[in-house]
């Protein structure tokens, strides 16, 4: 089984000095930038604490064994709180026996219920709403539109996903493709281009996380139509800011990744101290264009000089 697992996990990893009371994050998949600003954030509440972290985490979304594997492999170590990304509903049995061991459990990014502590993660239907506002406003009100969705069983993009189409079915737009890309950045584009090609009028496009908004940024690319097409996605990357700067990318909704972790290692810290905790706490999104690019604030939510 560990061999299988081995193979179908890349992992990513980092221990801060020892294993002794340590605290385990498992991140999810489906935006390698996003999950490294979550590391960050946990490693910084770590050195902050004086606690030592110890993460790993599953690559691709939809691989829900190998989240399992990643999650056995922190608990190994003799980590007494895990902060957790669950990429599937059989994650809440594997927290009902983590706290029946005195292992608590706080979740971040998303929400699948079960025997959590806390939930520290982004409202993301709000957040597809605000994307879904821009695109109307963008488009005046008039228009069709495109929505690329990730993965059917991911509950974070499918909120996001929901609220865009709440927003521009509200404001007057049309939706006339409604697809589903997958988790891989490749095979996205491969189903994206082959599905925008043949279309003669699109006037918007969304795409709901890192992997999608990278696939589609390039297809517009490829077929010479990203200053045609409104193109507003999730998340960032630098390939994003630098679309936004050079007109091939209309805007994106952003998290805050960097405090879901901190957030989330702290509040499992203050449960094991016995102190109390809140048991949702949300963080912010921003939407991103040309215009604000330079503003202070979203420099350093985007990580940039």
């Not at 025997?115 to 993301?124: A, E, F, L, P, Q």
């Not at 488009?139 to 509950?155: E, H």
């Not at 993009?157 to 737009?173: H, P, Q, W």
């Amino acid at each position: 089984m560990k061999k299988i697992c081995s193979i179908l996990v890349i992992l990513l990893f980092y221990v801060s000095s020892s294993f002794a009371d340590c605290i385990g994050v498992v991140t999810a998949g489906g935006g390698q930038h996003f999950w490294e600003d979550v590391k960050k954030g946990a490693i910084q509440a770590g050195k902050d604490l004086n606690i030592s972290i110890y993460i790993r985490g599953a690559v691709d979304e939809a691989n829900v064994q190998g989240q399992k594997y990643v999650i056995d492999k922190v608990i190994e170590q003799g980590c007494i709180g895990l902060v957790l990304a669950p990429n599937s509903k059989k994650r809440i049995k594997d927290i009902q026996q983590l706290k029946q061991k005195g292992i608590p459990t706080v979740y971040i990014d998303r929400d699948i219920g079960g025997d959590r502590i806390s939930v520290i993660k982004t409202n993301n239907f709000s957040a597809g709403e605000l994307a879904g506002k821009k695109m109307v406003q963008a488009l005046k009100g008039k228009g069709k539109v495109a929505i690329f969705r990730l993965n059917k069983d991911v509950g974070t993009t499918t909120s996001r996903e929901k609220g865009f189409i709440a927003a521009v079915t509200k404001g007057g737009l049309k939706i006339v493709i409604d697809k589903y890309l997958g988790t891989r950045v490749g095979k996205a584009r491969i189903i994206s281009q082959e599905i925008l090609k043949n279309v003669s009028q699109i006037d918007g496009v969304f795409t709901p996380n890192e992997s999608t908004s990278i696939a589609v940024l390039k297809t517009l690319e490829h077929l010479n139509k990203s200053e045609k097409i409104i193109h507003i996605g999730f998340d960032s990357r630098v390939i994003m800011i630098n679309a936004l700067k050079s007109n091939q990318m209309h805007g994106f909704v952003v998290q805050d990744p960097f405090q879901i972790g901190y957030k989330g290692v702290y509040t499992i810290y203050q449960a094991l101290q016995g102190k109390p905790i809140k048991n949702k706490i949300d963080t912010q999104v921003v939407f991103v264009n040309k215009k604000n690019l330079n503003n202070m604030h979203i420099k350093k939510i985007l990580g940039i000089d």
